[in-house]
């Protein structure tokens, strides 16, 4: 079981920028699919996006395409989900979740854009989007 650490969240007004932070310490994170998810408040996890351990391929939900990019840092051991053009309909928890397996884009849109795909979770970071 790989231990995950999200972080970066915060407040940030409309139209501005956020980088969330997912680290795992005693792990390689390159060797784990990574995702991003999101609840808000009385709604489902939401899947935001991936990058695959195999060739650090990266997929997005509809909602976020365009404003949102993951990235990884071997170097540190992290990866990161950049979101610019922030919106009010942004805000939720954000959380990061590994499985050590490749994710395709044939995968992600059937499988695993949906949370019990995952097995491991971060503790999540909360995102606030207001003025």
């Known amino acids: 079981e790989v231990q995950l650490q999200a972080s970066g969240g915060g407040l940030v007004q409309p139209g501005g920028s956020l980088r969330l932070s997912c680290a795992a310490p005693?792990?390689?994170?390159?060797?784990?699919?990574i995702a991003w998810f999101r609840q808000a408040p009385g709604k489902e996890r939401e899947g935001v996006g991936c990058?695959?351990?195999?060739?650090?391929?990266?997929y997005y939900a509809d909602s976020v395409k365009g404003r949102f990019t993951i990235s990884s840092d071997s170097a540190k051991n992290t990866v990161y989900l950049q979101m610019i053009n922030l919106k009010p309909e942004d805000t939720a928890v954000y959380y990061c979740?590994?499985?050590?397996?490749?994710?395709?884009?044939?995968?992600?849109?059937?499988?695993?854009?949906?949370?019990?795909?995952?097995?491991?979770w971060g503790q999540g970071t909360l995102v606030t989007v207001s003025s």
């Open positions: 005693g792990f390689t994170i390159s060797d784990y699919s």
């Open positions: 990058i695959s351990n195999s060739d650090r391929s990266t």
């Open positions: 979740a590994a499985r050590r397996r490749e994710v395709s884009n044939n995968s992600w849109y059937h499988k695993a854009f949906r949370p019990d795909w995952w097995y491991d």
